[in-house]
């Protein structure tokens, strides 16, 4: 499959960051995209470069409620699902013993809990088109560090939730993506590397993730900005 031509496709966490830049690339692809976000403002400005592609659509994928009418939404406006990519993430980091319950909390209802509210609900319909999840992880979930206890437990939770749902779903032909990105050039990060990754360097990943040729399955990639010299210890 060389292009989305015809595909309808739901990214989460798609009003900036990695999520506006998959976007991009699947409609610059031939897809059509249902935006879900919680800023309705970035959302609209995103929908407007491509008005007649991109459904914009309001959600806080914490809330059972609200990631089903995502789903439905998609489906009531464009009958088909054919990709999930599960971008929305957050991260607080510190120490365990410095970590709010809130931050905790945070982080596991927006990377774990929404991505198994949204696969919940897509499932069934992406078993009808034999499509593709794409779950964004992190390097931070194949490897721990100091600081990133809770971020590091909802990632490596996520991989978990991967391997499960490929096991799951192998039979109906659905493909299960995981990428695992190191440090990428967002608003995630407060002071972003300047060699990081940007935006569209981990779209273009996930793009060749679901045009893969059939019968291929890029199950995980973990990808890693290059160091320059000059920045290596």
């Known amino acids: 499959m060389a292009d989305l031509n015809g595909k309808i496709a739901i990214v989460t966490g798609a009003s900036k960051g990695v999520g506006a830049a998959v976007t991009r690339r699947f409609v ?5 995209v249902v935006a879900g976000a919680r800023s309705r403002d970035r959302l609209e400005t995103l929908s407007r470069e491509y008005p007649d592609q991109i459904l914009p659509v ?3 994928i914490t809330q059972h409620d609200q990631v089903k009418r ?3 939404t ?5 009958g088909r699902l054919d990709i999930l990519v599960n971008n929305a993430g957050v991260g607080r980091f510190g120490k ?7 931050d905790w909390d945070e982080m596991m209802d927006i990377n774990l809990k929404g991505v198994f509210l949204t696969c919940k609900h897509a499932i069934p319909h992406l078993v009808e088109q034999k499509g593709h999840i794409v779950n964004v992880s992190s390097v931070a979930g194949t490897v721990a560090f100091p600081g990133g206890g809770g971020y590091c437990a909802s990632k490596f939770g996520l991989m978990a939730l991967s391997d499960v749902l490929t096991q799951e779903l192998k039979k109906n032909e659905v493909k299960v993506n995981t990428i695992c990105p190191g440090s990428i050039q967002t608003e995630f990060s ?14 273009e990943t996930i793009w060749t993730m679901v045009t893969a040729p059939a019968g291929v399955i890029y199950n995980q990639v973990i990808m890693r900005p290059q160091v320059p010299p000059e920045f290596q210890k």
Request: charged share 30%; aromatic share 6%.
């Open 74 to 78: 998609g489906m009531n406006a464009f």
């Open 28 to 32: 610059e692809g031939g897809a059509k």
């Open 58 to 60: 309001t959600c806080d």
């Open 96 to 102: 365990v013993q410095e970590l709010t319950e809130e």
């Open 70 to 72: 995502l789903i439905d």
């Open 190 to 203: 407060d002071d972003p590397k300047s060699y990081a990754l940007t935006a569209e360097q981990v779209a």
